[in-house]
């Protein structure tokens, strides 16, 4: 067991959810200051900084949460092998919400251009998501697109 993790994964679960909670109750600086913490806790992980970003965006400073996204996605990447408790895709899933937040703080061209490059990202469904709803791009689940299913019924 590395130093960093003297909790279990449920506890980390449990403070992360109570994190959430906290944001969404307007407990900002309390919240703030665990997400801090858990990103010390887990170094290299996604779901720390992702609640930085939302405690900012939900202080209606899109700014600060571009700040903290952008210093994530360093962070993340430059952790070290054996430190490194990081799944493949936590960037991804980082740059996907920094180009949200990018989007927030009216930095259009940064947004687009961030959510272009999640699409070249190791997968993660979520980042995606956000990544193709973001940019326009629709692609049809499988078996769901009437070109390439006739049995199916288009809508009228």
């Not at 590395?2 to 919240?31: K, V, W």
């Not at 970003?53 to 962070?75: D, H, T, Y």
């Not at 490194?84 to 937040?101: E, I, K, Q, Y």
């Not at 490059?117 to 049809?140: C, E, F, K």
Request: charged share 20%; glycine share 4%.
């Amino acid at each position: 067991m590395q130093n960093t993790e003297f909790l279990s994964s449920d506890e980390i679960r449990l403070l992360t959810e109570i994190g959430m909670l906290g944001t969404a109750a307007r407990l900002h600086e309390p919240a703030l200051t665990l997400f801090q913490a858990l990103a010390e806790l887990r170094p290299g992980r996604d779901f720390p900084w992702v609640g930085q970003a939302v405690v900012w965006l939900n202080r209606s400073q899109p700014e600060e949460a571009v700040r903290v996204l952008k210093k994530a996605c360093e962070c993340v990447q430059d952790v070290p092998a054996a430190l490194r408790s990081a799944h493949p895709a936590d960037v991804t899933l980082l740059t996907a919400f920094l180009g949200f937040a990018q989007h927030l703080a009216r930095h259009t061209a940064d947004s687009h251009q961030t959510l272009s490059q999640v699409l070249n990202m190791p997968y993660h469904p979520n980042a995606y998501a956000i990544a193709q709803d973001m940019l326009g791009i629709r692609t049809a689940k499988p078996g769901t697109d009437p070109q390439l299913n006739p049995q199916m019924e288009t809508p009228p």
